[in-house]
């Protein structure tokens, strides 16, 4: 184990809190990656993709990086754009 990993691991027992935003950043970050992914595995850069939607190359770029404020409308159709569905399951947390 790294020493970050150790700092991390540490942290998050002593602070919840920190634990809390450490888990949700990073599915944050797997949101964004996961649909860079699968606009390249479409075979289409971000600026195709802004064409498709009639949206500019940023905005794409911005659901890439920053996906925590995009609507579930919008998740569906930059989807269906990239030949994929979404699908939502809904867990327990405990």
């Known amino acids: 184990m ?7 691991s ?5 602070d ?3 634990a809390k935003k450490l888990d949700d950043g990073y599915q944050t970050f797997k949101i964004g990656r996961l649909l860079r992914q699968a606009r ?3 075979g289409l850069t ?3 993709v802004a064409n498709k939607l009639h949206t500019k190359k940023s905005a794409i770029s911005r659901m890439e990086n920053h996906p925590e ?15 994929n ?3 939502i399951i809904l867990y327990s947390a405990k």
Not at 10 to 14: A, F, G, L, S, T
Not at 70 to 76: E, H, R, V
């Open 2 to 8: 790294s020493d970050l990993q150790k700092y991390i």
């Open 10 to 14: 540490q942290r998050k027992q002593i």
């Open 16 to 18: 919840p809190e920190f």
């Open 40 to 42: 390249e595995i479409a």
């Open 46 to 48: 971000q600026e195709e």
């Open 69 to 83: 404020d995009m609507s579930l409308s919008t998740l569906g159709k930059l989807a269906a754009v990239l030949g």
């Open 85 to 87: 569905k979404i699908e």
